[in-house]
Nanobody, 117 residues
Framework: QGQLVESGGGLVQPGGSLRLSCQVS????????MGWYRQAPEKERELVAT???????NYADSVRGRFTISRDDRKKTVYLQMNSLKFEDTAVYYC???????????WGQGTQVTVSS
């Protein structure tokens, strides 16, 4: 299985922006579905956004219109552009890669996003 490494997290003020990156160390990235999940303190992990290997996207209602997921298979990287950040966006964000056909799934180590004034 591949290795996923997230980066781009940090401390940001409300209304600010961050861009998360997830580098996929895999032989083939084009066949993988990708997603971003997040987990706030004492909360369960929740879906943020997904993008299929074909480029179809899906977003949680709480982030739709503010976050954008994208992928660059040549760079083996998936991005999450986060705009208009709110306090409630504070969480550890995890990158996910999966291929049901190949019975493959991998998770990154997580990157902390903290929205605070």
């Amino acid at each position: 299985q591949g290795q996923l490494v997230e980066s781009g997290g940090g401390l940001v003020q409300p209304g600010g922006s961050l861009r998360l990156s997830c580098q996929v160390s895999a032989r083939v990235t084009g066949i993988l579905n990708m997603g971003w999940y997040r987990q706030a303190p004492e909360k369960e992990r929740e879906l943020v956004a997904t993008i299929t290997y074909g480029g179809s996207t899906n977003y949680a209602d709480s982030v739709r219109g503010r976050f954008t997921i994208s992928r660059d298979d040549r760079k083996k990287t998936v991005y999450l552009q986060m705009n208009s950040l709110k306090f409630e966006d504070t969480a550890v964000y995890y990158c996910n890669a999966n291929s049901p056909r190949l019975a493959y799934e991998a998770w990154g180590q997580g990157t902390q996003v903290t929205v605070s004034s």
